[in-house]
């Protein structure tokens, strides 16, 4: 079964500076999808940015980007100068189409705290 | 509707109570998915339908749990003689197709069992 592990159960950053989210995953397979989820307290899941496997480009979405290692099977987030409203839990997760099982697979969750 | 929806928004019941779970995709949205979140946790898949069909149910944690859905549109997910440990966000999502895996989640439904 894949795994998809956030190891920072919270992280807190000034507001305009820069902030990373880790993410790993295990998989053996070599096409599928990655995403970022953003959930702030109003239970709305958000998606923040998608990477599909096959590209070798990091997904960029403003002021959020990726760092997507294939290999390492890493997934890191970047949220460039951090705004209050970025405040949220963040969530991995991994998709992969296949018959009979069609769902995302999520981390943990990272709760990011933006500090003023 | 724009977005998916969930019904009741919040449910409070008692233990050995059934309790039934509404969700309302968005227009044309042929896949539906329930997603279970507990406190301090992940999301864990339960159940998705392609159109009526529900080709995978062993994410259900137990024989009380079932869900629904008619006419290719709303789910219901039904929860029989809950038990404390179903206390937990209930989120729905929905996508224009399982090849399509872009998944618009509703607000959720936040469930405690006394």
């Known amino acids: 079964a894949q795994t998809v592990t956030q190891s920072q159960p919270e992280m807190s950053v000034q507001e305009a500076e820069t902030v990373t989210l880790s993410c790993t995953y295990d998989?053996?397979?070599?096409?599928?999808?990655l995403f970022w989820y953003k959930q702030p307290p109003s239970r709305q899941m958000i998606l923040v940015i998608r990477q599909e496997a096959y590209k070798q480009q990091n997904a960029t979405e403003n002021r959020f980007s990726v760092n997507f290692q294939k290999a390492a099977k890493s997934f890191s987030l970047k949220i460039s100068d951090s705004q209050l409203g970025d405040a949220a839990m963040y969530f991995c997760?991994?998709?992969?189409?296949?018959?009979?099982?069609?769902?995302?697979?999520f981390g943990t969750g990272t709760r990011l705290t933006v500090i003023p | 509707g724009a977005g998916v929806s969930q019904s009741p928004s919040n449910k409070v019941t008692e233990k050995g109570k059934d309790v039934e779970l509404r969700c309302d995709p968005i227009?044309?949205?042929?896949?539906l998915y329930w997603y279970r979140q507990s406190l301090g946790q992940g999301l864990e898949f339960l159940i998705y339908?392609?159109?009526?069909?529900?080709?995978?149910k062993s994410g259900l944690p137990s024989d009380r749990f079932s869900a629904e859905r008619t006419g290719g549109s709303v789910s219901t997910l039904t929860i029989q003689r809950t038990q404390q440990e179903d206390s937990a966000v209930y989120l729905c999502a929905s996508s224009l197709g399982l090849l399509n895996n872009e998944q618009f989640f509703g607000p959720g439904t936040r469930l405690t069992v006394l």
């Open positions: 998989t053996s397979e070599s096409d599928y999808y």
């Open positions: 997760a991994y998709y992969r189409h296949q018959t009979g099982a069609n769902n995302l697979f």
């Open positions: 227009s044309g949205h042929t896949a």
């Open positions: 339908f392609q159109g009526n069909s529900a080709p995978d």
